[in-house]
């Protein structure tokens, strides 16, 4: 039933876009909300839709803390609905991926499906990087090991708490490309994005060096992507405003509708419009 | 520097946000966990705030008629009557001269909360309890004392609405205000360094009940007994028999319904290794790491995870592990009431029940039990199991 012909590597991805001048639109959904084979067919839409760069699938756990209410509410649903790791893999590999794929998990669930066999499932499902919410750079060691003998990116996360000299330390080894977290806080929707923003987008993308910075946690919509991505940052990962029409029964046309709007945000238009 | 591994266990899984913060927490300890001042105010503070020692107490009617000594180490007598008292004195104290102004903590049976908004209070520190809505409906009583010393307490709906979900909020809350904010944590349990800085802060328990058996009985006890929640008051208490090697240490988990039926909490017997709230321990969890429900009638015990340094203990064989369920737990309130005139709390019900079961094999030997806290807390719940309307 894999239909995976090999993964898209992230960087290639990442060096179209730029050779364009767009942003990466990332879209997450968390596999199994509502249920297994919905999300199937919705990841199946949103990668068909033209409009999404990355897509980022969540593996649940029942105990996620880096999330906030929005994504907490998904993960019980999917989890109600049968959700388990071996389905995820069977969902991912099932994909016409014509975008990477990358997973969003918390740590116990790699670890008792076991470091290597999850690594190994993902190179076999097409899955093209890793991002564990709860694993800090210090304990990440293994994981990154596994990821690297499998060809999956594992893409670190770093916050605006994250010192000068840890984001350096942490970042010697980005690959796939770089999570900047915007806020101190949890994943959920807010209305405007933090101050600081563009000051910790540009110190993110020094110590990045060449890989590519994606800003996630409270983009909602169009405006906050188009700020991110006019702020520098090559990427712009959006969550719960999607999971949030996911859980109010909203038709695939309407999703669509507003992924390509998210799109739009990240082309040049708005320089191209000040040009003319 | 502190340790942040027991064996293979322990560590610091938590999203990078919180590591920062971790590592703040961890350098306030380190500097000022042998301060002389810090420690002077701290002994001062529990003497005179919280009443240390606490007593050694010979359990004469029960030594009776079970057939081996039992002594009580008197944790119900700590000030707000649960040994939590240590640990949030301690804490509030390093977080102070961290300057920091509020704390927030979790809550399972009340107990950690109200002794939190207790320190608060005492430092002149704002406070925030996290607890969830199942715990609030069963802990009534210490909801409002939280709230009578000035605590906010915020309910917790998510998930299980029990003690996991309220320390996951808590994290989730304290990510948000590292600035002024101290999360206080409340057993020996979580990311580093709170399981290595909630063990020193509790043993105490453990230096005293050694004084004091030498003192009373010119002799170390055969078997230390205390239940295992997160694992403060146990580990605070063995941390003083540790390298008396003859000394047997027993840990008594939340049988709840029996280990059978599922609806438990005892970590050891239907637990593995895993990973939940920032430690790699022994957890309860399915197969593909999802976190179990628990069930215990004491809330303090109904957790899916268990402190790492006891895993450890486990492994070495140092420590030995074992549970109680409800209805010898709820016995065991009883009969220490009738008894003996003390209501042991629910949870420290779990080490009683321990000993009466295992009265035969400790017949003539000397054994103490930690009474973590007291019942007072609990008579509803017992109440209700005993069909009594109050
Ligand atoms: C009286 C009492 N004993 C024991 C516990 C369990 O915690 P720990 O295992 O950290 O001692 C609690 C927790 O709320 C408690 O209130």
Redesign the interface.
């Known amino acids: 039933m894999m239909i995976s012909k090999g993964h898209l590597r992230l960087s290639e991805q990442f060096d179209r876009l730029r050779s364009r001048g767009e942003g990466a639109l990332i879209a997450y959904i968390t596999l199994g909300d509502p249920t297994p084979a919905e999300s199937l067919a919705i990841a199946q839409t949103l990668i068909d839709s033209g409009s999404v760069d990355v897509l980022e699938l969540g593996v649940?756990?029942?105990?996620?803390?880096?999330d906030?209410?929005v994504i907490?509410?998904a993960v019980?649903r999917a989890?109600k609905a049968g959700m388990?790791?071996?389905l995820a893999f069977d969902i991912a590999g099932a994909l016409d991926k014509k975008v990477p794929v990358v997973y969003l998990t918390?740590?116990?669930?790699v670890?008792?499906?076991g470091i290597e066999r999850f690594t190994e499932s993902c190179r076999a499902a097409g899955v093209s990087g890793l991002i564990v919410?709860?694993?800090?750079?210090?304990?990440s060691l293994e994981l990154r090991a596994a990821c690297k003998l499998c060809d999956v990116d594992y893409i670190h996360?770093?916050?605006p708490?994250?010192?000068p000299e840890?984001m350096r330390k942490i970042l010697a080894d980005a690959s796939g490309f770089v999570y900047l977290?915007s806020t101190?806080?949890?994943t959920g929707k807010r209305k405007t994005l933090s101050d600081s923003l563009g000051e910790f987008i540009r110190r993110g993308r020094e110590a990045a060096r060449q890989a590519p910075v994606a800003v996630g946690f409270g983009i909602s919509g169009p405006d906050h992507v188009g700020e991110v991505v006019g702020m520098g940052a090559d990427g712009a990962i959006v969550g719960s405003a999607i999971v949030d029409l996911i859980r109010d029964g909203t038709s695939a046309e309407e999703i669509l509708a507003f992924v390509k709007t998210l799109k739009q945000a990240t082309r040049p238009i708005s320089a191209a419009v000040n040009k003319t | 520097m502190i340790e942040s591994r027991y064996g293979e266990y322990g560590?610091?899984?938590?999203?990078?946000?919180l590591?920062?913060?971790l590592q703040d927490v961890a350098a306030g300890y380190e500097k000022y966990r042998n301060d002389p001042g810090f420690r002077a105010e701290l002994d001062d503070y529990l003497k005179q705030f919280v009443g240390r020692p606490t007593p050694l107490t010979l359990s004469r009617n029960m030594s009776r008629k079970y057939g081996f000594k039992l002594y009580l180490k008197r944790e119900d007598q700590a000030f707000t009557g649960a040994h939590k008292i240590n640990n949030t004195i301690g804490q509030a104290l390093l977080a102070k001269r961290m300057g920091k102004t509020r704390l927030i903590a979790e809550t399972g049976a009340g107990q950690h909360g109200v002794a939190t908004a207790t320190a608060a209070r005492a430092l002149g520190m704002d406070c925030t309890i996290f607890m969830g809505e199942v715990d609030i409906e069963r802990q009534k009583m210490n909801v409002f004392r939280m709230r009578l010393l000035g605590a906010e307490v915020v309910a917790v709906k998510?998930?299980t609405r029990t003690l996991?979900?309220a320390i996951?909020e808590a994290?989730?809350s304290w990510?948000?205000c590292?600035d002024d904010t101290h999360y206080l944590f409340g057993t020996a349990y979580g990311p580093h360094p709170f399981p290595a800085m909630v063990k020193d802060f509790q043993s105490v328990i453990g230096r005293e009940a050694r004084a004091q058996i030498l003192e009373q009985e010119g002799d170390l006890p055969a078997c230390v007994v205390a239940c295992v929640g997160g694992g403060s008051n146990a580990i605070g208490i063995f941390s003083g028999f540790l390298k008396d090697e003859a000394v047997r240490l027993v840990g008594v988990e939340a049988g709840g319904c029996g280990i059978d039926s599922g609806k438990h909490a005892a970590r050891f017997q239907g637990g593995s290794k895993?990973?939940?709230?920032?430690s790699y321990t022994y957890?309860l969890?399915d197969?593909?790491?999802?976190?179990s429900d628990t069930h215990s009638v004491s809330a303090g015990l109904d957790y899916a995870a268990v402190g790492p340094e006891h895993s450890m203990l486990r492994d070495i064989g140092r420590a030995e592990y074992s549970y109680a369920t409800d209805d010898e737990a709820l016995h065991a309130f009883r009969e220490l009431g009738m008894v003996e005139g003390i209501l042991p709390a629910l949870e420290s019900s779990h080490a009683v029940a321990w000993a009466i079961k295992n009265a035969e094999e400790l017949k003539g030997k000397t054994v103490i039990v930690n009474l973590s806290g007291r019942g007072d807390k609990d008579v509803y719940t017992v109440a209700k199991h005993m069909g009594v309307d109050i």
Do not use: C, W
């Not at chain 1, 649940?60 to 880096?66: L, Q, R, T, V």
């Not at chain 1, 918390?106 to 669930?109: A, H, K, L, Q, V």
């Not at chain 1, 919410?133 to 304990?139: I, K, R, S, V």
């Open positions: 649940p756990f029942s105990d996620p803390i880096a906030g209410p907490q509410a019980d989890l388990n790791t071996d918390y740590y116990n669930i670890l008792q499906y919410a709860d694993l800090p750079f210090e304990e996360v770093v916050t708490n994250t010192g840890r977290v101190m806080g949890v | 560590g610091t899984y938590v999203p990078e946000m590591v920062p913060a998510n998930g996991k979900d996951s994290m989730r990510v948000t590292l895993g990973v939940l709230h920032g957890v969890q197969k593909y790491g999802q976190i």
